[in-house]
């Protein structure tokens, strides 16, 4: 698992991460989402040792990963797909990176093939390659030493939607083989499809952090019924708060799943089933950050 205890970093008078602390645990998705300079990417660089914690710590399978003897054979990282020579070509890349772990070549291939990368795009040099080419060269990097935990920052950036599928679909299989992802992302809907866990970060602090069903449901639920005086007496009697939101719509502070079991129980039926407001992760996103955000702490 990844382990983040009290972890700060300063830039001089900065505190760009302040006292942070979360776990993204195996066989789960954490999403770890956040304004522009909330601290997501300070954080991520800390885990992988390329910048210093001031203070506090951040451990990747129990050790600081410029601990762990082969690195790349435990934890998988893409910060930045940009970030890779230009001058070689996409199967020189991950040459290199088999080499350096002391892996066979023939991963070169399983890897080329896994992220997609024909054999014509294998042999350009990836000064030439677009940002989604060279997002799945990164991925292919990051996932070549078969390891346990993957620590991605913004991986579907320059994606198209098949693309961002792929890489939805790849994630989930990971952990569901009992992987561990750490993904920050600021598509908000892919997140809210993959993600199992979030972790919320505003001005380098943490702001919420749980199961993706516990922070979603506090935004409450939108129920429609043409019998709504009978569902609003049902949801009293269960404890349920629930206030008048338009013609035959009522406002629950309370998961859809247990809204839809109290009309099942009382026999009303329902027309409309959703979270208040079409609150999603973006709604609950915007909420927890309206402080933190460039444009709110502008304004």
Not at 276 to 293: I, P, Q, R
């Amino acid at each position: 698992m990844i382990d983040v205890t009290a972890l700060t970093r300063t830039y001089g008078g900065l505190r760009a991460v302040d006292d942070v602390s979360f776990t993204a645990r195996p066989g789960r998705v954490t999403g770890f989402l956040g304004p522009n300079g909330a601290g997501k990417s300070t954080t991520m660089r800390v885990m992988v040792g390329l910048t210093p914690p001031t203070s506090g710590s951040a451990t990747v399978l129990g050790r600081r990963y410029a601990d762990l003897p082969n690195p790349g054979r435990e934890v998988g990282v893409l910060l930045d797909a940009s970030a890779q020579h230009a001058g070689r070509t996409g199967r020189e890349t991950l040459k290199v990176a088999a080499r350096t772990m002391g892996l066979p070549l023939s991963r070169v291939d399983a890897m080329l093939d896994r992220v997609s990368l024909t054999p014509k795009e294998a042999e350009r040099r990836v000064k030439n390659y677009s940002l989604g080419m060279r997002q799945r060269l990164g991925i292919a990097t990051a996932l070549i030493g078969d390891p346990e935990v993957l620590i991605l920052d913004e991986p579907a950036n320059g994606l198209d939607p098949a693309g961002i599928r792929w890489m939805r679909d790849l994630l989930r299989g990971f952990a569901n083989h009992g992987g561990t992802v750490l993904l920050s992302s600021h598509l908000l809907h892919e997140i809210e499809v993959i993600a199992d866990d979030l972790v919320v970060i505003g001005q380098g602090r943490i702001v919420a952090q749980g199961t993706k069903t516990e922070l979603l449901a506090t935004a409450g639920t939108l129920v429609r019924s043409s019998a709504v005086a009978e569902l609003a007496r049902a949801l009293g009697e269960h404890g349920l708060t629930a206030v008048a939101a338009g013609p035959g719509g009522l406002r629950v502070e309370a998961d859809a799943d247990q809204v839809g079991r109290v009309a099942l129980a009382a026999g009303v039926p329902l027309s409309e089933l959703r979270a208040a407001d079409g609150a999603g992760l973006e709604e609950m996103f915007l909420e927890l950050t309206a402080d933190t955000s460039r444009e709110g702490a502008a304004a």
